[in-house]
Every structure is written in C-alpha cells, then in structure tokens.
T-cell receptor, first 113, second 115 residues
C-alpha cells in the first residue's frame, strides 16, 4: 500500500539555521505530494504541494522538490524563525478515485532564539 | 471566504455513549474527508464523501459512520465509544477531491475525550 516515511523528530534548531526535513514515499501510480503544518491547538494547514515529477512547491520560504527517481519530497528552508515552530507532516494523495491523504508520522520542529 | 468549520471544538463523553461531530466545508466544495489524529497512530483516514455518497473508507470498525447532506455539510458518528476513540477528529474539504491541483483545506478539529 501507499506509505510515507518521515524524518524522526523532534528537531531543535537555532533561529536563522538551515532546515531540512526528509520525506520519502511509496505509492502505486503517480501521487501528488504535500507538506502540511500544524501549530499548537490547531488543525492542519497546507504549506506547499507538487503534483508531478521535478515540480517544486514553495511557500513562506519553504521549498520541496518532487523527486521521482529517489521517491522523495524533502522540505527545506534557508533561515528558520521562531514562528516556524510547529509539527510538519509530509503526505501523498494518489489519483484514480482514491482521494485520501496518507500522512507521515510528523516532525516536531522547535526553533530557539 | 469562510474556512472549514467543525463543531463542537471540544467534547467529553462517557464510554459506551455515542457522539456526532459536524463539519461545514468551504462554500462550493463538494468533497469532505474525515481523519482521526492520535499520538500513537498519527493521522488516519476515516472516510470521504462526495455529493452525498461515501466514496472511500479507511480501516475503522463499523462503529464509525458518516454522512453528507445536500448542502455538502457532513457529520460523523461514533457509537459505543471506547477509551481509544479519544482523539482529535479533523475534517477536510476539497473542491472535487484530493486531485493534486485542488488540495484539501482542514478545519481546526474536534477534540473528543472519552472517560
């Protein structure tokens, strides 16, 4: 079945550090890939997405590139801020009438000033 | 525009009772999905409704059910509650379903505690 493997957390970084959160996937067909973010006490917010190989999703300084050859969708940010502290989820959705999201386990990110 | 609205935000129920949670999707969205989030199991898909029809279902017992109304609002019901049903229940709406280009918008969730 479809699955998402996400970098174990928690991750603690200093402000302005470079961030990478690894995500790899296994899927039948050609999935769309997503990064969602969850702030304390809130639901999920879509951070960025990519729908086909070599697409780069970007938002709020975060980027991720859909790499079909390595089945990866790593999240990166060049300079993190305290406000980026949250839990990040990598997810995939496969077309062909199977419109559900399959999530990774989530990575808790804490940024210290 | 208004986002996805889930009610109530918090709920405490006793083991053996039943509960109904409500979700109002973004206006015009026809697909509503439900997810359960727990510390142990993470985010798990419950079911998806599109135009009042259940289109997809996850691996949950029959105690978990749902429905969608003609205005796309959705409810999920859990009967005979167990302690393990304590979770954050998230609703997500999408224009047509998670077909990549459209994506999902999540509500803030309903926190259910079973005692």
């Amino acid at each position: 079945g479809d699955s998402v493997t996400q970098m174990e957390g928690p991750v603690t970084l200093s402000e302005e550090a470079f961030l990478t959160i690894n995500c790899t996937y296994t899927a039948t067909g050609y999935p769309s890939l997503f990064w969602y973010v969850q702030y304390p006490g809130e639901g999920l917010q879509l951070l960025l997405k990519a729908t086909k190989a070599d697409d780069k999703g970007s938002n709020k300084g975060f980027e991720a590139t859909y790499r079909k050859e390595t089945t990866s969708f790593h999240l990166e940010k060049g300079s993190v801020q305290v406000s980026d502290s949250a839990v990040y989820f990598c997810a995939l959705s496969v077309d062909f009438g199977n419109e559900k999201l399959t999530f990774g386990t989530g990575t808790r990110l804490t940024i210290i000033p | 525009k208004a986002g996805v609205t889930q009610t109530p935000r918090y709920l405490i129920k006793t083991r053996g009772q039943q509960v109904t949670l409500s979700c109002s999707p973004i206006s015009g969205h026809r697909s509503v999905s439900w997810y359960q989030q727990t510390p142990g199991q993470g985010l798990q898909f419950l079911f998806e409704y599109f135009s009042e029809t259940q289109r997809n279902k996850g691996n949950f017992p029959g105690r978990f059910s749902g429905r969608q109304f003609s205005n796309s609002r959705s409810e999920m019901n859990v009967s005979t509650l167990e302690l393990g049903d304590s979770a954050l229940y998230l609703c997500a709406s999408s224009l047509l379903g998670g077909q990549g280009n459209y994506g999902y918008t999540f509500g803030s969730g309903t926190r259910l505690t079973v005692v």
